[in-house]
């Protein structure tokens, strides 16, 4: 779990809120190295990108099935890497199509 954020029981619910309101997040699951993976975000001791687990949970994969399909993998690794690409989200302003 990453530092700054309070797992409680409507903690998916929460956390986007704690995540924008809090400055002090450090992933700890979440590691850049440019040796590994041509340092794309990927979660710790793995070679799993953070795209990858994006796009499963995009496709309709539950963390369930996931973490089963990679068992190197637990449930805070997925929750973390979200939570990961939330804050990227949130560090830039992306380009969207303008809807009529």
Known sequence: ?????????SWARNAAWRLHY???VRFERVVV???IMG??????????????????????????????DFPQLSAGD???ALLYAAA??????LP?????
């Open 78 to 80: 997925v929750h973390e």
């Open 22 to 24: 809090t400055s002090d």
């Open 96 to 100: 969207l199509r303008r809807t009529a």
């Open 1 to 9: 779990m990453c530092h700054g954020l309070t797992r409680t029981r």
């Open 88 to 93: 990227a989200v949130a560090e830039r302003e």
């Open 33 to 35: 190295d440019h040796e």
């Open 39 to 68: 340092g794309m975000p990927c979660i710790r001791g793995t070679r799993m990108p953070v795209t990858r687990l994006l796009k499963m949970v995009a496709a309709g994969m539950t963390i369930g099935q996931i973490v089963e």
